[in-house]
């Protein structure tokens, strides 16, 4: 067992880690810190930097934007719709008009209000799916990579295999053999087999960060290991574990869409995937109702674009390098004029 | 050497674990296959013929001899009798729709990962301009577009309306496997959609992968002396840079195959390809337990498989991995 978890944690993933570690430039918050950069006069000062740096950041703003209006619809407009989505509304494939604002699907239920409806499962499930996964990710990278030795080998074997186990094909074993698979049993589900990425990069973290001087000095200080781990290590995690937070709930609202399309997920149940499974099970496309396809679709794919552009953000504020260069004009100026290579950018 | 043995060893580890997650699934699960099989009769069978499906599920004897013989059944590729396609076993059913499935995520993956990659470069040498602010981000956002509904319009588009191309199946029904021109092609000529299908959903994680690992290239010593000797732009860019850069690309591709073999179900289902996506669903419907388990037994297997060679191919490209 022991030789096989050595195996696991030399692999090459982890020495491209340690290669990108070693060559981490400080990050953007770090420079302002150190440097101590006034920062523009405004509203954006009175936050604290990590905040600040994502909150003026372009398409992580937008991103966020996006997500809020999608999370205030599905909470929001299914008050103002006189429908119940599971019942009938109206007669088969009414288009879009004046009574159902979507149109109705083939069953005559009101398209409006099971996007909305379906809204409120598809994003519990993906958010509820996203956070699990990112969190027992946190737990175990951060315990890997701060008690080292042999915790550090048996876990990072796990974390490896739950890697290379292809995640869909293992879901549909399980969610066949429970009778019908509700939100809550793929949510679940997602979740126990989705926490492979942010395990790894968090541990990786956490090795570079155990051996930096304020850890060794809480440490020395005869600080307790838990505290340590809560006080110290956890707030530098932060963006890392938004950044598995946001992957996380984007593969689990696609991997619920996928899994009720093909018809594992339980049919009665309303979430964008099962609209997409009952609209091309009733032909939706074929006799021309659009309407019926559309909405669910369009919800997914704005959902995913805007917590894609928040990826985008979390990502340059981890590694700055990645910005385009324009954004950091300021910083290098100010290097400059003090003599200091602006190379890091 | 070295560094491949213990690869395989892990590999080994992995599978076994898969087996070992096979075998306990269903057996921790409310009412294992043969029980729910045993209940849909309405107690309409006598002490025998319980017997009888209980052993052709295994599940008599102790826990422990019932996981001996599992893992003797895998070994032999012995995964039972379909339910589905009776009397077919099986292994030939997973075997002919891998096949199928092979063919359409092995078009699609390798031109993701050419164009994601060449994308890639050309967004990270050029970074911040026109290109790389424009296209990076909508080419990620397409990687969020879940393959269902990619698949749906594409099938809507050119199958329905236009109907440039097929409405489904994997070869024209008039024809016979053969290594001919004409069957090739028209095998092509089918995978067409489905192909584009999974291609639209996948080169965008390429080319953000890509790009970051160059970016983050770009400010080395390496690179930095490249061009201070006077290289061509090109030359730096692809045999300094790029040559570089790929390594994890590789890496990250054998752990996308079983994402992308995921991606193929639902694509599957949509252009009723005969891949293994499509019989998995059939599966699902007629509650096929036996297929089920296997298809997720040979998924595993090729992820492995992939993962392997792009440990070989790791050790080609990159000569410290020889020495160490």
Same mark, same amino acid.
């Given at each position: 067992?022991?030789?096989?978890?050595?195996?696991?944690?030399?692999?090459?993933?982890?020495?491209?880690?340690?290669?990108?570690?070693?060559?981490?430039?400080?990050?953007?918050?770090?420079?302002?810190?150190?440097?101590?950069?006034?920062?523009?006069?405004?509203?954006?000062?009175?936050?604290?930097?990590s905040?600040?740096?994502?909150?003026?950041n372009?398409?992580?703003?937008?991103?966020?934007?996006?997500?809020?209006?999608?999370?205030?619809?599905?909470?929001?407009?299914?008050?103002?719709?006189?429908?119940?989505?599971?019942?009938?509304?109206?007669k088969? &494939?009414?288009?879009?008009?004046?009574? &159902?604002?979507l149109?109705?699907? =083939?069953?005559?239920?009101?398209v409006? /209000?099971?996007?909305?409806?379906?809204?409120?499962?598809?994003?519990?499930?993906?958010?509820?799916?996203?956070?699990?996964?990112?969190?027992?990710?946190?737990?175990?990278?951060?315990?890997?990579?701060?008690?080292?030795?042999?915790?550090?080998?048996?876990?990072?074997?796990?974390? +490896?295999?739950?890697?290379?186990?292809?995640?869909?094909?293992?879901?549909?074993?399980?969610?066949?053999?429970?009778?019908s698979?509700?939100?809550?049993?793929?949510?679940?589900?997602?979740?126990?087999?989705? $926490?492979?990425?942010? !395990?790894?990069?968090?541990?990786?973290?956490?090795?570079?960060?155990?051996?930096?001087?304020?850890?060794?000095?809480?440490?020395?200080?005869?600080?307790?290991?838990?505290?340590?781990?809560?006080?110290?290590?956890?707030?530098?995690? %932060?963006s890392?574990?938004?950044?598995?937070?946001?992957?996380?709930?984007i593969?689990?609202i696609?991997?619920?869409?996928?899994?009720?399309?093909?018809?594992?997920?339980?049919?009665?149940?309303?979430? @964008?995937?099962?609209?997409?499974?009952?609209?091309?099970? +009733?032909?939706?496309?074929?006799?021309?109702?659009?309407?019926?396809?559309?909405?669910?679709?369009?919800?997914?794919?704005?959902?995913?674009?805007?917590?894609?552009?928040?990826?985008?953000?979390?990502?340059?504020?981890?590694?700055?390098q990645?910005?385009?260069?324009?954004?950091?004009?300021?910083?290098?100026?100010?290097?400059?004029?003090?003599?200091?290579?602006?190379?890091?950018? | 050497?070295?560094?491949?043995?213990?690869?395989?060893?892990?590999?080994? !580890?992995?599978?076994?674990?898969?087996? /070992?997650?096979?075998?306990?699934?269903? =057996?921790?699960?409310?009412?294992?296959?043969?029980?729910?099989?045993?209940?849909?009769?309405?107690?309409?069978?006598?002490?025998?013929?319980?017997?009888?499906?209980?052993?052709?599920?295994?599940?008599?004897?102790?826990m $422990?001899?019932?996981?001996?013989?599992?893992?003797?059944?895998?070994?032999?590729?012995?995964?039972?009798?379909?339910?589905?396609?009776?009397?077919?076993?099986?292994?030939?059913?997973?075997f002919?729709?891998?096949?199928?499935?092979?063919?359409?995520?092995?078009?699609?993956? /390798?031109?993701?990962? %050419?164009?994601?990659?060449?994308?890639?470069?050309?967004?990270?040498?050029?970074?911040?301009?026109?290109?790389?602010?424009?296209?990076?981000?909508? *080419?990620?956002?397409? *990687?969020?577009?879940?393959?269902?509904?990619?698949?749906?319009?594409?099938?809507?588009?050119?199958?329905?309306?236009?109907?440039?191309?097929?409405?489904? =199946?994997? &070869?024209s029904?008039?024809?016979?496997? *053969? @290594?001919?021109?004409?069957?090739?092609?028209?095998?092509?000529?089918?995978? /067409?959609?489905?192909?584009?299908?999974?291609?639209?959903?996948?080169?965008?994680?390429?080319?953000?992968?890509?790009?970051?690992?160059?970016?983050?290239?770009?400010?080395?010593?390496?690179?930095?002396?490249?061009?201070?000797?006077g290289?061509?732009?090109?030359?730096?860019?692809?045999?300094?840079?790029?040559?570089?850069?790929?390594?994890?690309?590789?890496?990250?591709?054998?752990?996308?195959?079983?994402?992308?073999?995921?991606?193929?179900?639902?694509?599957?289902?949509?252009?009723?390809?005969?891949?293994?996506?499509?019989?998995?669903?059939?599966?699902?419907?007629?509650?096929?337990?036996?297929f089920?388990?296997a298809?997720?037994?040979?998924?595993?297997?090729s992820?492995?498989?992939?993962?392997?060679?792009?440990?070989?191919?790791?050790?080609?490209?990159?000569?410290?991995?020889?020495?160490?």
């Amino acid at each position: 067992m022991a030789d096989i978890t050595q195996t696991a944690s030399s692999s090459l993933l982890d020495r491209l880690d340690d290669a990108a570690l070693a060559s981490a430039a400080p990050s953007q918050i770090e420079l302002i810190r150190e440097l101590r950069i006034k920062q523009k006069p405004g509203w954006t000062s009175r936050l604290s930097p990590s905040v600040a740096a994502f909150v003026t950041n372009k398409k992580g703003m937008i991103g966020v934007i996006i997500l809020l209006a999608m999370i205030l619809f599905s909470i929001l407009a299914p008050m103002f719709s006189e429908y119940n989505p599971h019942r009938r509304a109206g007669k088969p &494939h009414v288009a879009p008009g004046y009574e &159902h604002v979507l149109g109705t699907t =083939r069953m005559g239920k009101d398209v409006y /209000t099971q996007v909305a409806y379906g809204g409120r499962i598809s994003l519990a499930v993906g958010f509820g799916a996203g956070i699990a996964a990112a969190v027992i990710g946190l737990a175990i990278g951060i315990s890997a990579g701060y008690f080292g030795g042999r915790v550090d080998d048996i876990l990072t074997f796990f974390v +490896n295999v739950v890697l290379v186990l292809p995640g869909l094909p293992l879901i549909i074993v399980i969610a066949s053999l429970v009778d019908s698979a509700g939100p809550l049993v793929i949510g679940i589900v997602l979740a126990l087999t989705g $926490w492979g990425w942010p !395990a790894r990069t968090i541990r990786t973290q956490t090795l570079s960060l155990r051996t930096r001087e304020f850890v060794l000095s809480a440490e020395l200080m005869g600080e307790k290991k838990w505290r340590i781990i809560f006080k110290e290590i956890f707030p530098n995690m %932060l963006s890392f574990f938004m950044g598995g937070l946001v992957l996380g709930t984007i593969s689990a609202i696609l991997a619920e869409a996928a899994l009720s399309f093909i018809g594992l997920g339980d049919p009665n149940a309303v979430t @964008w995937g099962t609209m997409l499974y009952w609209a091309q099970n +009733n032909m939706a496309l074929q006799t021309g109702a659009w309407w019926e396809i559309w909405p669910p679709a369009v919800a997914i794919m704005l959902t995913g674009a805007a917590l894609v552009m928040i990826n985008f953000a979390v990502d340059e504020i981890t590694n700055p390098q990645l910005k385009a260069s324009r954004g950091i004009g300021g910083i290098k100026r100010f290097l400059r004029s003090r003599g200091r290579s602006a190379d890091v950018f | 050497m070295l560094y491949i043995l213990r690869r395989v060893a892990f590999y080994l !580890a992995a599978f076994f674990v898969a087996v /070992t997650l096979n075998f306990f699934i269903p =057996r921790i699960m409310p009412g294992d296959p043969s029980a729910r099989i045993i209940a849909s009769f309405q107690g309409r069978l006598n002490e025998a013929q319980i017997e009888a499906i209980r052993a052709s599920y295994g599940t008599t004897g102790s826990m $422990w001899e019932q996981y001996l013989s599992y893992v003797g059944q895998v070994m032999r590729m012995d995964f039972g009798i379909s339910t589905v396609q009776f009397p077919e076993p099986t292994s030939s059913l997973l075997f002919y729709g891998a096949t199928w499935t092979l063919v359409l995520v092995g078009i699609a993956i /390798t031109f993701a990962f %050419l164009i994601g990659t060449m994308m890639g470069i050309h967004a990270a040498w050029n970074r911040g301009g026109f290109f790389d602010s424009v296209f990076t981000p909508i *080419n990620v956002m397409l *990687n969020a577009f879940t393959p269902a509904v990619v698949a749906l319009l594409l099938f809507y588009a050119f199958s329905l309306q236009l109907q440039w191309f097929p409405l489904g =199946r994997a &070869h024209s029904t008039g024809l016979s496997p *053969n @290594w001919s021109f004409e069957f090739i092609g028209n095998v092509l000529y089918h995978a /067409t959609l489905p192909v584009l299908s999974i291609l639209i959903v996948s080169f965008g994680g390429w080319h953000l992968g890509m790009r970051n690992v160059m970016i983050n290239l770009l400010n080395e010593d390496f690179v930095i002396l490249a061009r201070a000797k006077g290289l061509s732009d090109r030359r730096v860019r692809y045999r300094y840079v790029a040559r570089n850069a790929i390594l994890p690309q590789i890496t990250s591709l054998a752990l996308s195959v079983g994402f992308l073999l995921g991606g193929a179900l639902v694509t599957e289902q949509v252009f009723n390809y005969p891949g293994l996506g499509k019989f998995t669903v059939t599966a699902i419907e007629s509650r096929d337990y036996s297929f089920i388990q296997a298809q997720l037994l040979l998924l595993t297997m090729s992820v492995l498989v992939a993962n392997f060679l792009s440990d070989i191919a790791n050790v080609v490209l990159d000569p410290r991995l020889r020495k160490g």
